[in-house]
Structures are given as structure tokens and as C-alpha cells.
């Protein structure tokens, strides 16, 4: 069971950081904080999974505030929509996928994580990474315009 914990948390701090060893050491720290705040957690409130997860979501949205070198800022009110075709997603594998997520600039990448992954909204997102809502919804629009291009270059290859 534990061995399940740590593929899927680790698997989740991979799509915030561009190598191993950064998802290892995002994943240790948040696992270090599991452990000085195990007596916070409240078993009526969630699953413990639920709790550990969360973690280490926070956790990794530190390691990317951390290593933002600089923040561009714009202030958009509507995303522009990119559409990729569904079939083309389905055809590649989650490594593929991880790999090319992996390639973004760091807040774009964890913009799109936490919205088209994590499932959070604009202003949640904009209040984690501290920036506007505006400024999530085009990093999002940027990621999701680099994750078609890689996509389709990759077709072209192909």
C-alpha cells in the first residue's frame, strides 16, 4: 500500500519539476512535513491519502515559487481555446505526455497542472502562485498552445 503512496506521489511532483532528482526532493520535503504534522491530521475530515496528496500538491507549488526565476504577467481576461484532438492525445503514452508537460517554463507548467490535472480554478490558482487570475488563464492559454505544437511536431516526425 505504502509502495502505491509514493509511485503515485511521485509520479504527481514529476509534472511540477523538469528532472528526478527535483521531484525527489520535493516529494522528500513533503513527506518530512507528513511526518512533523501527523498529529494534525483529523481521519473525520478526509482520507489520509486525500491528506497526504494535498501536501504534497502545496509542496510542490513551493518548489515552483521557489525556482520562478521571473514571473511574466498578464492580465487576460478570457483564455484563448486551443483544441487538440482527442485521438491524438489518446495515442500517446503518459511518459510521452509527462515529458512534453515537462518542457514548459515552470509557472506555465504548474498553472496547467493544477488546472487541467489537479482540477483548481483561476482564482485558486492565482492565489497558490500568487499571481492574477488573468495571468493563469494565459499561462494556461500558453500551455496549452506549447503542448499542441510539441503534439503535432511529434505527428510531423512520426
Not at 523538469?18 to 475530515?45: G, S
Not at 485521438?87 to 487541467?116: C, G, S, W, Y
Request: net charge neutral; with cysteine.
Amino acid at each position: 500500500m505504502y509502495r502505491n503512496y509514493y509511485k503515485v506521489m511521485i509520479q504527481l511532483c514529476l509534472r511540477y519539476t523538469k528532472n528526478d532528482d527535483d521531484a525527489t526532493e520535493v516529494l522528500n520535503n513533503a513527506f518530512l512535513k507528513v511526518f512533523h504534522n501527523l498529529q494534525r491530521y483529523n481521519p473525520t475530515q478526509g482520507s489520509l491519502y486525500t491528506w497526504i496528496r494535498t501536501i504534497v500538491v502545496h509542496s510542490c507549488i513551493d518548489f515552483v515559487q521557489k525556482n520562478m526565476r521571473t514571473v511574466q504577467y498578464y492580465d487576460f481576461e478570457e483564455e484563448a481555446e486551443i483544441m487538440t484532438d482527442p485521438e491524438v492525445i489518446n495515442k500517446m503514452d503518459v511518459m510521452r505526455l509527462l515529458h512534453f508537460i515537462r518542457q514548459l517554463p515552470a509557472a506555465t507548467q504548474a498553472v496547467f497542472n493544477l488546472f487541467a490535472i489537479e482540477g483548481y480554478k483561476h482564482k485558486e490558482i492565482g492565489q497558490l502562485l500568487r499571481i492574477s487570475e488573468g495571468t493563469s488563464k494565459w499561462h494556461l492559454s500558453e500551455a496549452r498552445k506549447k503542448l499542441q505544437q510539441m503534439i503535432l511536431s511529434e505527428e510531423v516526425e512520426i
